[in-house]
T-cell receptor, first 113, second 114 residues
Framework: DGGITQSPKYLFRKEGQNVTLSCEQN?????MYWYRQDPGQGLRLIYYSQIVNDFQKGDIAEGYSVSREKKESFPLTVTSAQKNPTAFYLC????????????FGNGTRLTVT | AQSVSQHNHHVILSEAASLELGCNYS??????LFWYVQYPGQHLQLLLK??????LVKGIKGFEAEFIKSKFSFNLRKPSVQWSDTAEYFC????????????FGQGTTLQVKP
């Protein structure tokens, strides 16, 4: 079955460490997104990518980095520069430039202590 | 700054009551509009979408939304809610120019009392 796989489901890190969240899709979608979901703040866009080897900053990109070396993969690195990294992170994809609904992964809950 | 605003953060209704959740966006030009729903413990899923044409769009589970261009609004409605509608609802907008930048509102938590 096609879908989006995010791993791991739960991730724990010490403050000051970088951590990479995985997102893989086998839907052959061109566009991929990273959002963070915090209570009362909805989904806030971190980064998005329309095609391989290209990506754009979202509204809260500071302290995060991404790569898009393969169509099916869009990993997100949470760096030590991110002031408040503990959150629920959602990866999504869509076949085109946002005119189709998003397909979401199950999410990764990152806790930094 | 460009944004999407949902006015109601937490709504509590009794079963059979009517529902209207507000959504306003600050973009000019042509936009694509969506409502997503997240039931407890589940993924976000699409309720309905508006791209063009009839500004009144119907979605799944009896939901509908009306696009009012002059008011930059895309309010979600349902004539009679059920307990199973208890969920969090998100409005989303695809920014002008079809850049693929999808922005979500803050979300509205709906609690329906049986």
């Amino acid at each position: 079955d096609g879908g989006i796989t995010q791993s791991p489901k739960y991730l724990f890190r010490k403050e000051g460490q970088n951590v990479t969240l995985s997102c893989e899709q086998n839907l052959n979608h061109d566009a991929m997104y990273w959002y963070r979901q915090d209570p009362g703040q909805g989904l806030r866009l971190i980064y998005y990518s329309q095609i391989v080897n290209d990506f754009q900053k979202g509204d809260i990109a500071e302290g995060y980095s991404v790569s898009r070396e393969k169509k099916e993969s869009f990993p997100l690195t949470v760096t030590s520069a991110q002031k408040n990294p503990t959150a629920f992170y959602l990866c999504a994809s869509t076949p085109d430039r946002g005119s189709s609904p998003l397909h979401f992964g199950n999410g990764t809950r990152l806790t930094v202590t | 700054a460009q944004s999407v605003s949902q006015h109601n953060h937490h709504v509590i209704l009794s079963e059979a009551a009517s529902l209207e959740l507000g959504c306003n966006y600050s973009y000019g030009g042509t936009v694509n509009l969506f409502w997503y729903v997240q039931y407890p413990g589940q993924h976000l899923q699409l309720l309905l979408k508006y791209f063009s044409g009839d500004p009144l769009v119907k979605g799944i589970k009896g939901f509908e939304a009306e696009f009012i261009k002059s008011k930059f609004s895309f309010n979600l409605r349902k004539p009679s809610v059920q307990w199973s509608d208890t969920a969090e609802y998100f409005c989303a907008v695809n920014a002008p120019g079809n850049t693929g930048k999808l922005i979500f509102g803050q979300g509205t938590t709906l609690q329906v009392k049986p």
